[in-house]
């Protein structure tokens, strides 16, 4: 999720480039943003990758830019959790470096928050900075799949871990008391969990939990969720350990 709210607003891809940026300096050379993205779509391309979707946003000076592309392969399919994304971060006065993160659920905001497993951290150097970002966005790219199958494998034990009443009822508990949810919301989600609305959620397990949580964090603020969200997988990931 992309989330502009303190100022910044959105931009298309073709309105990156018309962004000026500072002069480079003895030891710091700013890296501009359609750069930035040009890099990762063509890696992404070279790669055998597409680009799904693409969402950039920057602040009214053009200093800071936020992007979200979601990306698809062919050892990168979309799941019934959705498309693997990129988060992208970068700034031209010092303030952070260029920074890329993935994962099913990436969350980049303006405020400067942003989640998902960080691959790429560069700073704007003088020297070499331009080919050194090329060198880390290549080598993210290519581990992109050990993070989708990490992910998705954990999905997948989700799936295959039982979890009959008693123990939803104890996770429920808990869950509320780590803050994932008000303890307002435990008997409603038990009864999400024991009586779903479709049908492929039927067999009780983690994973039907894990949606039935989810399901109800809808329309929780963007900055909450994705810690709330954390809290959640640390709890799964207790149980099919």
């Known amino acids: 999720m992309l989330m502009l709210h303190d100022g910044c607003y959105e931009v298309p891809y073709k309105e990156l480039a018309t962004i000026e940026h500072p002069e480079a300096t003895k030891r710091w050379s700013p890296i501009p943003h ?39 392969g062919k050892d990168m399919p979309v799941l019934d959790e959705g498309t693997f994304n990129i988060g992208l971060r970068n700034c031209n006065n010092h303030a952070m470096s260029c920074q890329l993160s993935a994962g099913f659920r990436v969350f980049v905001c303006d405020n400067m928050s942003m989640s998902g497993d960080m691959l790429v951290r560069r700073r704007h150097n003088k020297h070499n900075g331009l080919e050194l970002l090329e060198e880390d966005v290549f080598d993210a790219i290519q581990i992109m799949p050990h993070y989708y199958n990490r992910q998705a494998n954990q999905f997948t034990a989700y799936q295959h871990t039982k979890l009959n009443e008693p123990e939803a009822a104890l996770l429920a508990v808990e869950c509320a008391r780590e803050k994932v949810y008000s303890p307002s919301k435990v008997i409603r989600i038990l009864d999400t969990f024991n009586h779903p609305s479709h049908e492929e959620f039927e067999a009780p397990s983690v994973y039907n939990f894990f949606q039935a949580v989810t399901e109800s964090l809808k329309g929780t603020n963007p900055f909450e969720l994705g810690p709330k969200t954390q809290k959640l997988h640390h709890l799964c990931d207790a149980l099919v350990a």
């Open 34 to 72: 359609h750069t930035y993205v040009d890099v990762i779509r063509r890696n992404l391309a070279e790669m055998g990758y597409q680009i799904k979707n693409e969402q950039f946003g920057v602040d009214p000076e053009g200093i800071k830019f936020f992007g979200l592309m979601e990306v698809i």
